[in-house]
């Protein structure tokens, strides 16, 4: 994704000449590699915003490791970012300042999940629920008339076990969810009637949930 813009940069940083920002978002797990009051923690997988260089794997890139080079934990609401270091083209993009690298925390990634979801039938996987999250702040910034992508790697019923389970929905083996319960999952309202429906169905009530709102309004 990043690598066909690399050299799209202008001195004037201006985007009518042909300067591309590019922004890569990590995982701020519970809180972000700081709590609110600034007191670091672990409970992240951050690693280009808070790590330190390192070498792991054979690799010299930055890591989130102890002062004598033992590799940390890591936390993420995401199984594909809840890892302690990062590929060394990113650890690059970093040093030379091509890219600028920020953070979503689980929270924030559930909610972009969710919104994106019902506002365009998609559902993402939280990977780049992550990078969606911060995609609608930094849109906040800009002008209507400029363009903003952002890749949205793999798909988000693979997570929907764990989407459950952040949600407070408790889950079964087999049969798994009511559709009551399916509701509750997304945003606490009551199904109307229930069956028995599975889990796939979690995933379908996330992505028809966008049409659904827009046909009520
Ligand atoms: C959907 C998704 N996105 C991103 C990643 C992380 O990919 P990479 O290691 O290439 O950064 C994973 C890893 O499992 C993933 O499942």
């Given at each position: 994704m990043f690598s066909a813009f690399l050299n799209d940069t202008h001195p004037s940083l201006d985007a009518a000449k042909g300067h591309v920002k590019i922004v890569g978002v990590e995982a701020g797990g519970e809180h972000g590699p700081w709590l609110p009051d600034g007191t670091e923690t672990d409970k992240h997988a951050a690693t280009l915003t808070n790590g330190v260089?390192?070498?792991?794997?054979?690799?010299?890139?930055?890591?989130?490791?102890?002062?004598?080079?033992?590799?940390?934990?890591?936390?993420?609401?995401?199984?594909?970012?809840?890892?302690?270091?990062?590929?060394?083209?990113?650890?690059?993009?970093k040093s030379i300042g091509r890219v600028e690298y920020k953070y979503a925390t689980d929270s924030q990634a559930l909610e972009a999940q969710r919104f994106c979801s019902r506002a365009e039938g998609i559902l993402p996987a939280l990977e780049p629920s992550h990078a969606l999250h911060q995609v609608m702040e930094i849109a906040k910034t800009m002008r209507k008339d400029q363009?903003?992508?952002?890749?949205?790697?793999?798909?988000?019923?693979?997570d929907m076990l764990h989407v459950a389970k952040y949600r407070g929905v408790t889950i079964d083996t087999d049969v798994i969810l009511t559709k009551d319960e399916g509701y509750k999952a997304m945003d606490g309202s009551k199904a109307k009637?229930?069956?028995?429906?599975?889990?796939?169905?979690?995933?379908?009530?996330?992505?028809?949930?966008?049409?659904?709102?827009?046909?009520?309004?």
């Open positions: 260089v390192g070498v792991l794997h054979g690799s010299r890139t930055y890591l989130l490791q102890t002062p004598d080079g033992q590799i940390k934990e890591t936390h993420s609401i995401s199984a594909g970012l809840d890892y302690p270091g990062v590929g060394p083209q990113h650890a690059q993009l363009i903003v992508l952002v890749n949205l790697c793999g798909r988000g019923d693979k009637g229930s069956s028995g429906v599975s889990l796939v169905y979690l995933a379908a009530a996330f992505a028809c949930g966008a049409l659904v709102a827009m046909k009520l309004r």
